[in-house]
């Protein structure tokens, strides 16, 4: 769902790392793994603009032959979370209504660097009509 190819690029005895789908995030390795380890941190970074722009994420594209990068698993969850609160048209006070909170600890929820617990999520899921899964794959 949330799996962005990243393209690496040898520069200066380094790798450089870029997401097609999200401009915004740019990032450095030593070698590609490396730079694979630290495209999570830039690609989580990237989608917190467009998450504090309250402005829609952009899809991931499919380009064959590319590595892809998705944020973890708790980023992924506030990521999908904010995705359908846009797609229903919710602003972030509608949500504090009905969730019985005040519109801060709703910045805070959808905010990428902090943590936020599961079961708020998982509360903001259910006020929106829908509900998080979780799959080992």
Same mark, same amino acid.
């Given at each position: @769902?949330?799996? $962005?190819?990243?393209?690496?690029?040898?520069?200066?005895? &380094?790798? %450089?790392?870029?997401?097609?789908?999200?401009?915004? #995030?740019?990032?450095?390795?030593?070698?590609?793994?490396? !730079?694979?380890?630290?495209? *999570?941190?830039?690609?989580?970074?990237?989608?917190?603009? $467009? /998450?504090?722009?309250?402005? #829609?994420?952009?899809?991931?594209?499919?380009? *064959?032959?590319?590595?892809? /990068?998705?944020?973890? #698993?708790?980023?992924?969850?506030?990521?999908?979370? $904010?995705? =359908? @609160?846009?797609?229903?048209?919710?602003?972030?006070?509608?949500?504090?209504?009905?969730?019985?909170?005040?519109?801060?600890?709703?910045?805070?929820?959808? &905010?990428?660097?902090?943590? !936020?617990?599961?079961?708020?999520?998982?509360? &903001? &899921?259910?006020? %929106?009509?829908?509900?998080? =899964?979780?799959?080992? #794959?």
């Amino acid at each position: @769902m949330f799996d $962005y190819p990243v393209v690496l690029t040898p520069d200066n005895g &380094a790798i %450089l790392v870029t997401f097609p789908d999200v401009p915004e #995030a740019i990032t450095f390795g030593k070698d590609d793994d490396d !730079a694979l380890r630290h495209a *999570v941190d830039a690609l989580e970074t990237g989608l917190s603009f $467009y /998450v504090d722009d309250r402005k #829609a994420l952009p899809e991931p594209s499919v380009r *064959v032959g590319l590595p892809t /990068v998705r944020p973890s #698993a708790l980023t992924c969850a506030k990521l999908g979370v $904010y995705r =359908e @609160m846009l797609a229903q048209g919710v602003r972030k006070a509608d949500l504090a209504e009905r969730l019985g909170w005040k519109t801060p600890q709703v910045d805070r929820l959808f &905010a990428l660097n902090p943590a !936020a617990r599961l079961d708020q999520l998982e509360a &903001a &899921a259910k006020a %929106l009509g829908k509900h998080i =899964e979780v799959t080992l #794959a």
